[in-house]
T-cell receptor, first 110, second 115 residues
Framework: DQQVKQNSPSLSVQEGRISILNCDYT??????FLWYKKYPAEGPTFLIS?????DKNEDGRFTVFLNKSAKHLSLHIVPSQPGDSAVYFC?????????FGTGTSLTVIP | GAGVSQSPSNKVTEKGKDVELRCDPI?????LYWYRQSLGQGLEFLIY????????KSGLPSDRFSAERTGGSVSTLTIQRTQQEDSAVYLC?????????????FGEGSRLTVL
């Protein structure tokens, strides 16, 4: 059973536009949410996170939104840049367990 | 070291053989995780080590899989009698606390191909 779901396997966006990556989860006990970015042949790298007590966290071009009632998480990248092209994994944690989604491959078109 | 180091980066083996994958976490990180990513799948949790506590082995898919962490640092994931469905990228991650508030730092992974 997949507790964290990313229903869009891929997304293409024009450079300069906004990229919105979505994530849904099922476990209401999750208390921390993270986004990781992965380039080919590299391990995932941490991008941004949000605690369950917040609904928004912003870091430069990256903003994560959390809607606990809908059990929905999203990552906004604006403006999108070609270097943002990568696979993005959503993750949720409770205690010492981290659960990852299947990833969304983002392509930013120059 | 500066980051999480994994070896080998690529391993091709024949069905039925045993393999060992190694992870050297970031110095000082007490928590160490093993995940695997099969083709088209997300990151599947395998096992978690935290300090000297008993490891959380709840994600290991079968008794062919085992892992140990010697001296609270380097970890070895062993897969016995490998099967084709074991083919995946095995990722190791370490964390300073591993209690859900710290980010995970991943290695580049070990790509295992079982023929």
């Amino acid at each position: 059973d997949q507790q964290v779901k990313q229903n869009s396997p891929s997304l293409s966006v024009q450079e300069g536009r906004i990229s919105i990556l979505n994530c849904d989860y099922t476990n209401s006990m999750f208390d921390y949410f993270l986004w990781y970015k992965k380039y080919p042949a590299e391990g995932p790298t941490f991008l941004i996170s949000i605690s369950s007590i917040k609904d928004k966290n912003e870091d430069g071009r990256f903003t994560v939104f959390l809607n606990k009632s809908a059990k929905h998480l999203s990552l906004h990248i604006v403006p999108s840049q070609p270097g943002d092209s990568a696979v993005y994994f959503c993750a949720a944690s409770t205690g010492n367990q981290f659960y990852f989604g299947t990833g969304t491959s983002l392509t930013v078109i120059p | 070291g500066a980051g999480v180091s994994q070896s080998p980066s690529n391993k091709v083996t024949e069905k039925g053989k045993d393999v060992e994958l190694r992870c050297d976490p970031i110095s000082g990180h007490t928590a160490l995780y093993w995940y695997r990513q099969s083709l088209g799948q997300g990151l599947e949790f395998l096992i978690y080590f935290q300090g000297n506590s008993a490891p959380d082995k709840s994600g290991l898919p079968s008794d062919r899989f085992s892992a140990e962490r010697t001296g609270g640092s380097v970890s070895t994931l062993t897969i016995q009698r490998t099967q084709q469905e074991d083919s995946a990228v095995y990722l190791c991650a370490s964390s300073h606390q591993g209690v859900g508030t710290g980010e995970l730092f991943f290695g580049e992974g070990s790509r295992l191909t079982v023929l």
